[in-house]
């Protein structure tokens, strides 16, 4: 059976594009787009859409993940030793062998004597030791797809010996 059995037959039109429609044969005038493969007859041409699929890719960006980054307090302990001076009185005694002196004992005779001491004061400042900052960037690589396409493509039985002629048009 041929793709062409009972196209050319008269029937009624409605149903005749209805069914030539759902087997993918339309004629002459149906014809909107595609390859067409023709066989002519005086009355009228017939012809058949011939297709293929093509791959459509899409890419679509997804939230992979965070990162954050921030500061976090480590606490080290510091030993330092501190050269600190204080003063004190040392007060010496000597014997003299009773040397005889003409004062007078008064009560009244005090001496004084400053003493100072050192003390540690310990401050603390606080002072920039680097500065972090971090940014995004895009790195393209490519992906491999491997896909299988389908595609039409006519299939002429001959029965009997007709002679065929094919002509290609490319004006699609």
Excluded: Q, W, Y
Excluded at 55 to 79: P, Q, T
Aim: with cysteine.
């Amino acid at each position: 059976m041929s793709i062409f059995d009972g196209f050319f037959e008269s029937k009624d039109d409605k149903s005749e594009i209805k069914e030539r429609k759902s087997k993918g044969i339309i004629k002459k005038d149906d014809v909107e787009f595609g390859k067409e493969i023709i066989e002519e007859d005086k009355e009228r041409d017939a012809k058949i859409i011939l297709r293929k699929e093509e791959l459509d890719i899409n890419k679509n960006s997804f939230h992979k993940g965070d990162v954050e980054f921030g500061k976090e307090i480590i606490e080290d302990k510091k030993s330092v030793d501190v050269p600190v001076l204080r003063e004190e009185v040392v007060i010496e005694r000597k014997a003299v062998n009773n040397v005889e002196c003409d004062s007078p004992i008064i009560n009244e005779e005090v001496i004084r004597i400053p003493v100072s001491e050192e003390k540690v004061n310990v401050g603390k400042h606080t002072v920039v030791t680097g500065e972090i900052s971090a940014h995004k960037r895009a790195i393209e690589n490519t992906e491999h797809i491997d896909e299988t396409l389908k595609r039409e493509e006519v299939k002429i039985n001959k029965i009997g010996n007709p002679d065929i002629v094919e002509i290609e048009n490319d004006h699609i």
